[in-house]
């Protein structure tokens, strides 16, 4: 004889399912997510969130001085300050690549 099932069995069973696909779901998530990692589109992902970090805390820096001096004045220092970084980083770095090139 087949046995009839009660309502909470019937509701176990759908909560039972219901976490098993949660977990299944999890694991996929995971899984793909260290593809991606793999895959070097985790680090663009970061390299995008450091930006946008880096632009709002900028945007602060710059708000938070033009309360004391003339905003065009700030902008153009905050600016400079970038390009002279930029231009010692690219030096530094075409210093390291002629002193490894050298050394082959």
Do not use: D, K
Request: charged share 15%.
């Amino acid at each position: 004889m087949a046995r009839e099932a009660n309502v909470g069995e019937a509701a176990l069973r759908v909560y039972e399912t219901g976490q098993a696909l949660t977990l299944q779901r999890l694991e996929f998530w995971m899984a793909e997510a260290r593809m991606h990692a793999r895959s070097g589109a985790g680090a663009l992902f970061a390299a995008c969130v450091a930006f946008a970090g880096w632009f709002y805390f900028v945007a602060g820096v710059i708000n938070a001085l033009a309360r004391e001096y003339p905003r065009f004045a700030v902008e153009m220092s905050v600016g400079g300050f970038h390009v002279v970084l930029a231009l010692a980083l690219f030096t530094i770095s075409q210093r390291a690549l002629a002193g490894h090139g050298g050394r082959s």
